[in-house]
């Protein structure tokens, strides 16, 4: 209902019975074939939660280091390199399609 609505729940969550209660908002998910739809819980942030960090400004790089830099994220990314080898190939390890082994692992033991 939550999916069809475009909704979230806000709420308090207190993970042990002394701690303080945080707010925190939970988004649903639609389970794909096999599994249990789940809802993903993010803490709310508040003006508590911002600190001021003092810390000095870092120098500016070089042109040496910007073309590293440059290199760095591009052999880091998981896109298909473009060409004839790879016609049709999709991005490796999409992380809206990649589930949370722990969770996956708990609705297998609920299945069980």
Known sequence: AM???GV???ARYCFRQNAQPRMVALFPRQGSAGFAATMDMQYM???EDIREWSCASLPAPTPPQRVAAAALVEAMLLEPVSGAATAGAEEMLRPEETPNPGLARFYNLLVQ
């Open 3 to 5: 999916l069809a609505e």
């Open 45 to 47: 942030p508040f003006l």
């Open 8 to 10: 979230v729940l806000v």
